[in-house]
């Protein structure tokens, strides 16, 4: 079918935006000229039609906003069935936009009614589309301080949970009669208060509600896009911006004082080795001791492998730690740190990202009907109509509100132990909030499938002994390419054991001795076969019994018994070596 209006097709070019390339994708549907918003109601069904309004009496028309390209073709197939033959998708990259201040007064579907009517009366509106939702907002704010003085009159017209955000502009469209449909825009009233000079003026009506309106100079950029000149308005590169939440939590975890008055094997097995070096002189009691103290450091400090390896461990990452290459685990991981992390999780649809979301919210603004919201929808689309292997313990259901931390960082965890979750709780979400955390893992206490998922803290691997340890088992390893999932899937069940450590059942700690013997009965056989051989393996015994005892300190010093630590300690050590010298079992 052929289109009444021939389209004049016009390009733009977008560079990267972060230090991972992201990008938006829209579709250009055309260049028409006198063109009517009812002349494609006809593609309603496929996208948000948006305009952009150029030099001539030319309309640039586009329609819809996806988080990637394969939606982004799947929606274009759709819009040329109808006719719109020279249409493409158009990828923008952030790189030319600016981070800007608006307040969101709502989310909404762009297959339902928006009521448009209430929303121009606040002021100047811009949307974000992602897919079928559109996030609409007013400004742009010249700083988040002004922005402030405007919310409360923005609540009071009837957004109660409209809240101040920085976003890049190059999401931004703006929304006017073509977009709304509107015959007509509401009369302006006038003027009684400036905000600030240059920057926003508010404007109350008869009834009271406010309205803001904001000055030429920060309308989007876009808008200075003419038909005799399609290049975007070249920028200077803006500022930093900086994380709207400070972190409060440590990384550092300090190195537990050994126990001089427990007596143990992981200690005996120690002065043994260090006997037959000549460097104990003391009897063999198994309790640690300054002598054997002193022997390990003169161990240490002498044997040329352990030099080596302790040197080496600077320079190796023999734990496997998970690079975070998926772009939304990278931001769930640096949400905190990293200023534009909060725009990667606002882009995503997935159910763990609104969850994120609505932590940001509440960490900024407190409690509030939008929080309840995100996490309600982050919940219902985690486990709704899933396969449950095991039930969680709570009414995925029932809907939420959330008056404090404790229970929404439990529902967070709940979210990524749902089925099909591939993001991994951050390690700073420990940091920040280790009470509420500890409590969402205790909740994951009886769950032996290991649904949940943490990211490679690997706080032990700040411990000398246990650098050295590493690093002697990631040589040792006999495999020519390592196997990150196996090392990524240890990484996590080496973090539940940190987090928050349960006592192993009876079963487990057998396990876990079995693991233990086989192990040194394995590496014992391949001593006795070379010298080298040989001096490895004595290195390994030094620094394995140290790091034994020091983690049994660590789980003694959390409340479990002697005879319970032995057994934790394995089974953490199980989770640093295990892989690497698995041929050796």
Known sequence: MMRKFQPLILAYLFAPVFLIAQSFYTINVGTFLDAKSSQFDDIRNVGFVYSLQMEGNLTQVYLGGYDNRSEADKA?????????????????????????????????????????????AVGDLFGSIS????????????????AQTVLPRIRQAGFTDAFIKNINNTLLIRIG????????????????????KGGVAATTDAKGAGKVKMPDDYYIPQERITAKSPEVTSYSEPEEPQPNIQRTGKNEVPIPDIRAKVKRRSVLDLQRVLKSLNDYTGSLDGYYGPGTATAYEKAVSQNRELQKYSLLADYLDPAGKASAANT???AVNNLLDDPKAPESIERSQ??????????????????SNEVNNLMNQAIHQAFQGKKLANQPAFDYNATYAY???????????????????????????YEEHPKETAKAHAAFAGDKSGSLKLQACDQFLD?????????????????????????????????????????????????????????????????????????????????????????????????????????????????MVGYHLERFV
């Not at 997935?350 to 609505?358: D, L, M, T």
């Not at 932590?359 to 407190?366: A, D, E, N």
């Not at 001593?527 to 393996?537: T, Y």
Request: aromatic share 10%; hydrophobic share 45%; charged share 25%.
């Open 76 to 120: 274009l197939q759709g819009l040329k069935q109808k006719g719109y033959n020279s249409s493409f998708v158009e990828e923008r990259r952030m790189d030319q936009g600016q981070i800007v201040t608006v307040i969101q007064l709502a989310t909404r579907n762009i297959r339902k009614g928006i009521e448009w009517e209430k929303m121009e």
């Open 131 to 146: 897919g079928e939702n559109i996030k609409i907002m007013t400004g742009i704010f010249p700083s988040v301080a002004d």
């Open 177 to 196: 009669q073509f977009e709304t449909g509107l015959k007509k825009a509401l009369i302006p009233f006038e003027m009684d208060e400036q905000v600030a």
């Open 328 to 330: 939304l685990q990278y």
């Open 350 to 367: 997935s159910a763990i990202a609104k969850g994120y979301q609505a932590y940001l919210l509440f960490r900024t603004l407190g409690p």
């Open 403 to 429: 008056q404090d931390l404790d229970q929404l960082i439990l529902h967070l965890h709940y979210i990524h132990a749902a089925p099909g979750n591939d993001i991994a709780a951050p390690c700073w979400l």
């Open 463 to 575: 411990w000398p002994e246990i650098r050295t340890l590493q690093a002697l088992a990631t040589d040792m390893n006999g495999s020519t390419k390592i196997d990150q999932a196996r090392l990524s899937a240890d990484a996590s069940k080496r973090a539940n054991l940190f987090v928050a450590p349960k006592a192993l059942t009876a079963e487990e700690a057998k396990a876990a001795e079995d693991w233990h013997t086989h192990l040194w009965e394995g590496l014992n056989a391949w001593a006795d076969k070379d010298p080298i051989n040989r001096n490895l393996v004595l290195a390994m015994k030094i620094v394995y019994y140290q790091s034994e005892v020091r983690l049994e300190d660590f789980f003694m010093d959390r409340g479990f018994t002697a005879d319970q630590s032995k057994s934790l300690a394995m089974a953490t050590l199980k989770t």
